[in-house]
């Protein structure tokens, strides 16, 4: 759900001008948050903490406020008064919607394939756009790929139950088909498949263009390196939108997403203590706001 009204990022006085991302929205924003620190560490977080973090990584004060708003209403946390300040924990609806996105990130790395499918078939007229919007998205994040159209396919064939559970969401049971198989001798192979199925150019072209951003940036002060680790995060959580995580066997020969992940991963790694160290400083000195 993208903020038109953020800019490219910069960490001002901490890092080159040629040195930016673009900022998510103030949802998967907060959800970084939550999940990277709220939940691992288990303590509240003063609504100022939020804020001050929110703020540092490019998203409008009054936007901070509403996700958060939002995020109450929708039940993924709950807060408390301490006089003027507010703290927020996560529910447990909270924390089951964090460990399920941690898992769909974590399958990113690749894994033994049956040689199976999860296929579903799809049909909706284009004149239901938004429903195609929403159903193209979630089937997306689930590792969907669209060969053709109304055909969806997955090697995930474990994601049965989350595939219903969207298609039941959205509305749209009385138009979908789904099956789970293997591929014969006829037309294009598995690999062929999915060449066609994803646009796996495309999916490395934007590993080799993050791995690239962050290794630029060089933030020196305890806030920067925050708010460069929170950016870092923040677009890994993001990536099952654009990476469906296929098994070794279905890539193409010297596919370089894996190396440019592996990039990340090491630059995560990098800042991960210091950012920690800063966010428990600053839940720990919060003002009122």
Not at 115 to 131: D, M, Y
Not at 225 to 233: E, K, P
Not at 274 to 280: F, I, L
Request: glycine residues 8%.
């Amino acid at each position: 759900m993208p903020d038109s009204s953020h800019t490219a990022l910069q960490f001002g006085d901490d890092a080159d001008a040629s040195e930016r991302v673009s900022p998510g929205s103030a949802r998967s924003l907060l959800l970084t948050l939550l999940g990277e620190f709220v939940m691992r560490e288990n303590r509240p977080v003063w609504t100022a903490t939020l804020l001050h973090v929110l703020e540092g990584v490019g998203i409008a004060e009054k936007a901070a406020r509403q996700a958060i708003a939002r995020a109450s209403a929708a039940g993924w946390i709950e807060n408390a008064r301490d006089g003027r300040r507010a703290s927020w924990t996560l529910t447990e609806y909270g924390r089951e919607l964090i460990t399920a996105g941690s898992l769909r990130v974590r399958s990113l790395a690749g894994e033994a394939w049956n040689g199976q499918w999860l296929i579903l078939h799809l049909s909706l007229p284009e004149t239901h756009r938004t429903q195609r919007v929403k159903a193209y998205r979630a089937l997306s994040w689930l590792g969907f790929g669209n060969p053709s159209p109304a055909l969806w396919v997955n090697p995930h064939v474990d994601r049965q139950a989350e595939t219903k559970s969207a298609i039941v969401d959205l509305g749209l049971s009385g138009v979908a088909l789904g099956f789970v198989g293997k591929s014969f001798d006829l037309g294009l192979n598995d690999t062929e498949l999915a060449t066609r199925a994803w646009d796996l150019d495309a999916v490395s072209a934007h590993y080799r263009e993050l791995a690239a951003t962050f290794q630029k940036m060089r933030p020196r002060s305890d806030d920067a390196i925050l708010f460069a680790h929170v950016q870092l995060v923040n677009q890994l959580q993001r990536l099952p939108y654009v990476d469906p995580g296929l098994p070794d066997v279905l890539l193409p020969t010297g596919w370089q997403g894996r190396q440019d992940a592996a990039k990340l991963a090491t630059i995560r790694e990098r800042w991960q203590d210091a950012a920690h160290a800063r966010w428990t400083a600053l839940i720990g000195t919060a003002p009122a706001r």
